[in-house]
């Protein structure tokens, strides 16, 4: 498995990724707008995603196997003031169960501490998401108190759990 940088090229792939995972997706996360399932609308998305790649707000990222997109991970929010950011990520169902969100968010971590020299992290899950606030609490997130963020997943408002990580200093 390869975690790399989002690209144009990957519109397709993207495309067939989230359409299969689309109902996986909507029960556990907010829904995307309908005009994003379709080629023109991911494009939209890849092309939003990497500008804000080159302004330097958004790491995008993919878990790529066998030529398969089976996740996607995101560092978003990069703010060179607070540097601070916020971690995503969401896995193919199929793929759930074998460690992946683990090494996506070892590999945001990687990215932010390394690569855009931050000094914290934030994350924030559904009350409903167990399995992804033990994946943060394992990668040494520590549970910060109820999130500001409210998600609407599959028509009802569910409340999210704020988790924080800090940068050890040497």
Not at 87 to 106: E, F, K, N, P, Q
Not at 147 to 153: G, L, N, T
Request: aromatic content about 8%; charged content about 20%.
């Amino acid at each position: 498995m390869q975690i790399r940088t989002l690209t144009t090229a990957d519109a397709s792939a993207l495309l067939e990724f989230e359409l299969a995972n689309r109902d996986w997706f909507e029960s556990q996360v907010d829904a995307r707008a309908p005009d994003f399932y379709n080629l023109i609308g991911v494009a939209a998305h890849i092309e939003d995603y990497l500008a804000r790649h080159a302004s330097g707000t958004m790491h995008p990222c993919l878990l790529v196997e066998d030529g398969e997109i089976i996740g996607r991970c995101n560092l978003k929010g990069i703010d060179q003031v607070s540097l601070r950011a916020e971690v995503g990520y969401r896995i193919a169902s199929y793929a759930c169960g074998r460690g992946l969100a683990g090494a996506a968010l070892a590999h945001l971590m990687e990215l932010a501490y390394g690569h855009w020299q931050l000094r914290g992290l934030d994350a924030h899950v559904t009350i409903a998401n167990a399995a992804s606030a033990r994946v943060l609490q394992r990668a040494g997130f520590i549970f910060a108190g109820p999130s500001p963020i409210q998600a609407e997943v599959a028509g009802s408002a569910l409340d999210c759990l704020h988790f924080c990580h800090a940068r050890a200093i040497r």
